[in-house]
């Protein structure tokens, strides 16, 4: 159809990306799908191939990119963002944060698109207020191990609100607290795949220091509704997308032994650098100007989420990851 809306989604086959893609086809969009596969999975979006509104290009974004045709929106979601990713390849969470922020910028400016970023609550670093409230400025060390992901949004926003202010481009800013669902990669080190992979594994929890430090975790089908609802507004300024409900993460170890009947036992490792202290979105924004809040409660989203790791075969379950960053890291 020659009217659908066209919409170029960056890092597609990941986790957010691949759960966009399937909002967009929904509402009958024409979804350009990008992906440079370091850390996303063609998995993830296969079942949208045969569509003939869907089309994907493996591409990086921190090079120069072209795309044919009109282009109606675009949401650079393409980035590293689990802590033990961005530490592994550390150079390219900068560059897509920066040289592919700025090719996607241009692109937008060059096609008349709105552009929405994929910004972070890391963006606040280990925050000293609490909630955070989109007027904190946050607290980041910047050649700290989380400094190549944090300074990478951090500086996305300033890119996008220049393009938006010198050059009157439509731009859209959302500061995603942490997310779960299906499709997270079991081995990309983040707490909810790592304590469910080990519970399916049989192997003890891993808590991180003490396990007082909170997290607030939204549910992916939630995180899709207030970004497609922020996308559809004309709100330029940052927005938080998660949910409040905040746990400690020992708290949330527990949970997952209660959720998998697993026999395994807490064990407690060193705490990474810089891990923030405690995380918990203020959504007085986006409830004010969107109507948005969570549905969907940690028991349900946790279910959900069981069923699809439970869904995985053996070798998948097993599988240390299916990419190799050497590949991408220049000697
Ligand atoms: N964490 C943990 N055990 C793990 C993985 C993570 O205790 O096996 C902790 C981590 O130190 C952090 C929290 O869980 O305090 C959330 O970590 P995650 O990597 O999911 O995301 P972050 O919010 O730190 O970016």
């Avoid at 350009?32 to 493996?58: Q, V």
């Avoid at 909810?192 to 080990?198: D, E, K, T, V």
């Avoid at 970004?227 to 020992?250: A, C, Q, T, W």
Wanted: some cysteine.
């Amino acid at each position: 159809m020659a009217d659908r809306k066209r919409i170029l989604i960056t890092g597609a086959a990941g986790f957010l990306g691949s759960h966009l893609c399937d909002r967009f086809i929904k509402e009958d969009y024409h979804v350009i799908a990008m992906d440079n596969l370091i850390t996303g999975r063609l998995k993830n979006i296969e079942h949208l191939f045969p569509l003939e509104n869907f089309e994907f290009y493996h591409h990086d974004v921190s090079k120069f990119i072209h795309v044919p045709g009109k282009l109606d929106y675009i949401l650079h979601f393409a980035s590293p963002a689990s802590p033990i990713d961005y530490l592994k390849i550390p150079i390219q969470t900068l560059k897509v944060g920066s040289l592919g922020i700025h090719n996607c910028l241009g692109l937008a400016k060059a096609k008349g698109a709105t552009l929405m970023i994929a910004s972070t609550s890391e963006v606040y670093g280990d925050p000293e207020v609490h909630p955070q409230s989109e007027d904190y400025w946050g607290h980041v060390n910047p050649i700290g191990p989380r400094g190549v992901y944090d300074e990478a949004k951090r500086f996305q926003e300033a890119m996008t609100m220049a393009y938006h202010t010198y050059h009157g481009l439509d731009t859209r800013i959302v500061r995603i607290f942490n997310t779960y669902g299906p499709r997270m990669r079991l081995n990309d080190g983040r707490v909810l795949p790592a304590f469910i992979g080990q519970a399916l594994r049989g192997e003890d929890l891993t808590v991180f220091g003490d396990g007082s430090q909170t997290r607030s975790f939204c549910y992916v089908d939630d995180l899709v509704e207030g970004i497609f609802r922020l996308l559809m507004s004309n709100y330029n300024l940052p927005v938080n997308i998660g949910n409040p409900d905040e746990i400690s993460i020992s708290d949330f170890a527990e949970e997952i032994i209660q959720l998998t009947g697993t026999t395994q036992k807490v064990i407690y490792q060193e705490l990474p650098v810089n891990d923030p202290k405690q995380r918990q979105p203020d959504i007085t924004r986006a409830k004010e100007l969107l109507g948005w809040e969570p549905k969907v409660g940690r028991a349900e989203g946790l279910k959900r989420t069981y069923a699809y790791f439970k869904s995985l075969t053996p070798e998948e379950l097993n599988e240390k990851d299916h990419y190799d960053f050497d590949k991408y890291i220049r000697k």
